[in-house]
């Protein structure tokens, strides 16, 4: 029995591990996009792409799916991509924003209302939580191997254009306007590595959930994570204290 046990026990973890590499790819898949998108789908010509594809490497992302969502941008084999946002609320009122990239509006529409409605939510219309959070440029640096301080980036952050910068153990954060992250990214990248450069939705306030809706709250956010249209899922939300 103990055998058993231990294959259910490895066999979790790793299904586990799939779950998130699964996530990390969707999304690197998204970011790959809109690089293509917004410039040349040729990487010699498209910083944010390189970047973008650096990842994917750093990830070991398969070199097919790095090209599939690359054709998307560029329009290979006819299929035509478009990203929407919707807005909702979660469990105990909590403010959700989800972003996705389809190929079909009406089929990533019903599974996202479905996800809300299965978990106590409801989706809402344009408009009815987006104002509750901020479209920021962001960038990270992370800190690993970096021989500079904290100043140092600060200073050159703010030399290049950015608004602000937060400071972990881990990484620097830097932000800015939306319409300035293209500079910013481009000055930076002449004395960093940067690990993320992409513009996101960041919460003015939060919520916490209600200790009796978390369990229903947590499921939406993974059925939301989980669906393959859905690139990004930004939460005005906290967990209660010792929940994760």
């Known amino acids: 029995m103990s055998g058993h046990s231990k294959w259910h026990n490895i066999q979790g973890r790793k299904n586990a591990q799939d779950a998130k590499r699964g996530k990390i790819f969707q999304k690197i898949s998204r970011d790959l996009y809109q690089a293509a998108k917004a410039g040349d789908p040729d990487p010699a010509n498209n910083p944010q792409l390189r970047l973008v594809m650096d990842k994917a490497r750093a990830a070991n992302m398969p070199k097919d799916n790095v090209q599939r969502a690359i054709d998307k941008a560029s329009g290979v084999g006819g299929a035509k991509f478009e990203e929407i946002t919707y807005e909702g609320y979660g469990p105990g009122g909590t403010a959700i924003m989800v972003a996705a990239l389809t190929d079909n509006k009406n089929r990533t529409a019903a599974a996202v209302r479905s996800a809300f409605t299965h978990h106590g939510g409801s989706l809402g219309a344009a408009g ?79 919520t916490e959930v209600p200790e009796d809706k978390v369990s229903q709250y947590q499921g939406l956010i993974d059925e939301l994570e989980s669906n393959d249209d859905v690139s990004d899922v930004y939460e005005a939300a906290t967990l209660p204290e010792g929940v994760e």
């Open 128 to 206: 009815s939580v987006s104002y509750m959070f901020d479209r920021k440029g962001y960038i990270v640096i992370l800190r690993d191997g970096l021989d500079a301080d904290e100043d140092t980036v600060l200073m050159d952050a703010l030399d290049a254009g950015a608004d602000d910068m937060k400071t972990s153990d881990d990484q620097f954060e830097i932000f800015s306007d939306p319409s300035s992250l293209t500079a910013v990214r481009d000055a930076l990248q002449q004395k960093y590595n940067l690990d993320t450069a992409e513009v996101r939705m960041f919460p003015e306030n939060t």
